[in-house]
């Protein structure tokens, strides 16, 4: 039987649905906050420590103060409760001064995905940070969806491939190179994309979407997308999964592999 979802508020933990926070929150009202999702395997947290220091850096570029230790610890007792089951539990630190871990079962994905080029025109005050403020982020994916494609996919006006709203992206050219915008463009610094590159050999850059379009075989990569293979990109069909595709799949395995055992 699956494990009711659990919260964590500050250290007190409750069914999710009875978990309340105190208002006012800046969190809530202005989504001023940062965030991270972590996949669990059997209950254990993958990248664990880079999520932390990812959200430690969000929060330092908001000027945001937060107990870590206690946010720490008060992980530790939420997954503990949760047991070992596969899901995913997000943090959140809020302006109001919240510390918040909620599990959450793992998202329903098709064994494909297509995409749709959304123009975008990043906040630079906000590049690199993994802020609350995700409205932006859902709304592309529903101007996707309308397009009939799955996901979205943020590109500038000027035609620079940039990133899905909550995942990176890789695709390979009709040569086989693998390819994923570098981290010079305004996008966020992804862990699974961080494990990818570490395993297989990518090429970096400024590409134009024609680029993509061009491409032989593309994938999503994310925390619950680990590597998702691209049927379509602005309803141009591709491959899939190709090798390159299998081949990040097989590297990210091995990582997590190495990560949980560990």
Do not use: C, Q
């Not at 599990?103 to 940070?129: C, I, K, N």
């Not at 915008?181 to 699974?192: F, K, Q, Y």
């Not at 590159?197 to 993509?212: C, N, P, Y």
């Not at 595709?245 to 055992?261: M, P, S, Y």
Request: hydrophobic letters at 40%; charged letters at 25%; glycine letters at 8%.
């Amino acid at each position: 039987m699956r494990s009711e979802p659990l919260a964590s508020v500050d250290g007190r933990i409750t069914p999710t649905a009875e978990a309340v926070i105190p208002l006012a929150d800046d969190g809530l009202y202005r989504g001023d906050g940062a965030f991270e999702v972590i996949r669990l395997y059997g209950g254990r947290p993958f990248a664990l420590a880079e999520h932390l220091e990812r959200l430690a850096r969000s929060a330092a570029a908001i000027e945001l103060a937060y107990d870590g230790e206690a946010l720490h610890r008060e992980l530790d007792a939420l997954l503990a409760r949760h047991g070992d089951e596969d899901a995913i539990v997000r943090v959140l630190v809020t302006r109001g001064g919240r510390r918040i871990a909620v599990t959450e079962p793992l998202p329903a994905y098709g064994e494909s995905t297509t995409v749709a080029s959304v123009t975008y025109r990043t906040t630079v005050v906000l590049d690199g940070v993994k802020s609350l403020s995700y409205a932006a982020n859902m709304h592309a994916t529903r101007i996707a969806r309308a397009r009939g494609a799955d996901e979205a996919l943020f590109v500038s006006p000027e035609g620079t491939v940039l990133e899905p709203p909550t995942s990176s992206i890789f695709w390979a050219t009709p040569e086989g190179v693998l390819r994923t915008p570098s981290l010079d463009n305004p996008i966020l610094d992804s862990i699974t994309r961080r494990h990818i590159m570490r395993a297989v050999e990518v090429e970096e850059g400024t590409f134009h979407i024609d680029d993509l379009r061009g491409a032989s075989e593309a994938f999503l990569a994310s925390t619950t997308r680990e590597v998702h293979p691209i049927a379509a990109v602005d309803g141009r069909p591709l491959a899939w999964p190709g090798p390159r595709t299998l081949e990040a799949r097989a590297a990210l395995a091995r990582a997590i592999e190495a990560d949980i055992d560990g």
